[in-house]
């Protein structure tokens, strides 16, 4: 199974036009009912391992709220102007801790009316130091004019 902004795209799709606001609303809750389980079958994820379910349940929440976009996780916490202090924690959290890091952070970008891609964090959950560097990289290099560019 590979996973890339494309999969995040179509769970955007799914959750976001295919899915009435009743579902969405179980979705942001963190349910795996009936929803959740169409909205991977969509992303064509229906064959995760069972210990995989939180995770996705996790990253389908965090696509309800701030939706996809082709913007790196690094880049949107520039430009939502979330605190380097709050970046620093994430990128130094396990994956037990991101799972509660990132839904605060999701609220954040979703006041800030922030879109982002969440491969980054998909990648995060698995514990991948190369992600951490990847949005740390954006994050910090992302220049201040860069910041009005949608």
Do not use: C
Request: aromatic share 8%.
């Amino acid at each position: 199974m590979q996973v890339n902004t494309d999969t995040f795209d179509r769970i955007d799709e799914m959750i976001h036009e295919g899915l009435g606001n009743g579902e969405r609303a179980a979705i942001r809750r963190g349910t795996i009912g009936e929803p959740f389980w169409r909205t991977l079958a969509y992303a064509g994820l229906e064959d995760i391992d069972d210990q995989h379910v939180g995770r996705w349940q996790l990253l389908f929440q965090l696509v309800e709220k701030t939706g996809h976009a082709d913007i790196e996780l690094g880049a949107a916490l520039r430009r939502a102007e979330i605190s380097q202090r709050r970046v620093d924690r994430m990128l130094d959290a396990r994956p037990e801790q991101l799972e509660d890091l990132l839904p605060r952070i999701a609220s954040q970008l979703e006041s800030a009316n922030q879109p982002v891609d969440w491969t980054g964090a998909y990648f995060l959950l698995r514990d991948s130091d190369q992600t951490r560097i990847r949005i740390a990289r954006h994050f910090y290099l992302t220049e201040p004019e860069d910041l009005t560019e949608a």
